[in-house]
């Protein structure tokens, strides 16, 4: 099948590549498998070096390629293609996603249902080698100052159906409205990748804007697929750690900033405490490099930090109504799905089946 390419597409799919060529064909045949067809899709590959343009050219010409020399990250190639886009929505979909044929369908439909200050919708995320597992399912901000996703893990039995409010979610895969997106700022280039979700959400609400989950619709999601497998874990730290820090200064008041100063000091001092106890000098390292970059970037944190809070349209108290709706799933740090007493028993109560892993255990109900 080949993909869809109308001349003036209601919606632009964009999907971000850095030697993700392994990913791709199951990705773009699912697209193309859509039910809906005004869609455009739009690929940004961040200077591949694993044949993915080439893949790309000889078998989805259809597809708008944008080539980059450089990796330029997920905030970055994201800001790319919705500059190039011509719909008035992008759908920005990771390349590590196998998509149903409704997704798009159920997604553009339940946006324009829903209260004109609704930025984006979110599908249920399943994990693709587990897909009886929620993978995401909303995120939250807790009272910790730290967010969390939430629902991971456990065994899908469609309880969860209606449309509904949520802070947030990973963006495997997000409907968004074009316009007040860009109003908004589009992604921050400075997190390059990681918590970069985390911040357009939090800036979102603050603005103004809310997001809806909408689980009819559904992908499937290979994992950390995309932020790829054999990449040094402490790289990925690095930006986790400092875009946390870059988060918390940009959106959260000063009277929030203020009540949470000591749990925000709190948690770099334990990260640093528990390097040197393990006398693991790289992570020491790390947190210095943290330093460093917060210091760099203070001007422009400060310019940002001011853009925002004079916009401010809502008080961080406004939305952290989604902070306690459910319990946080430790095991999603696991990265996988687990046998859970509340797996066993929601099994039990279903009467339902259903596999751990690559299948090779099965839990069966009544």
Known sequence: MRLARPDSPSISTIIV?????????????????????????ILVDNGSSDGSVHFIQENYPEVRLI????????????ND?????????????NNDTVIDPECMTILSEGLKELPSDCLGVFPKVLFHGAPSFINAAGCVWNYS????????????????????????SIFAAVLLKKEPFEQINLFD?????????????????VLGYSFYMIPKAVIYHKYRGSSREDRDPLWAYYYFLR????????????????????SVVHF????????????????????????NSLVRHAPALIRKRRWIQTRRKQPDSAFWDFSERENHNIFHYCGWPVLSLLNLKTAL??????????????LAGP
């Open 349 to 362: 109560e279903k009467g339902c089946r259903y596999k751990i892993g690559a299948g090779k255990e099965y």
């Open 81 to 93: 293609g919705i500059s190039a886009a011509r719909g008035d929505f992008v759908f920005l979909l």
């Open 67 to 78: 080539k980059n020399e450089t990796n330029r990250g997920f905030c970055g190639g994201n």
């Open 268 to 291: 770099f001092l334990a990260n640093l405490y528990w390097a040197l106890q393990q006398r693991d000098l790289k992570r020491v390292r790390l947190a210095v490099k943290v330093l």
């Open 145 to 168: 100052s730290f967010w969390r996703d939430i629902r991971v893990g456990l065994l899908d039995v469609d309880q969860y159906q209606d449309p509904e409010p949520v802070f947030g």
């Open 17 to 41: 590549n850095y030697n993700g060529c392994q990913y791709l064909d199951d990705c773009l045949s699912s697209l193309a498998r859509q039910t809906c067809q005004d869609f455009e899709t």
């Open 243 to 262: 875009n946390y820090y870059f988060m918390l200064f940009k959106n959260l008041s000063g009277e929030m900033l203020w009540r949470r100063r000591k």
């Open 189 to 205: 280039e400075d997190f390059f990748t990681y918590g970069e979700d985390f911040d357009v959400c939090y800036r979102a609400h």
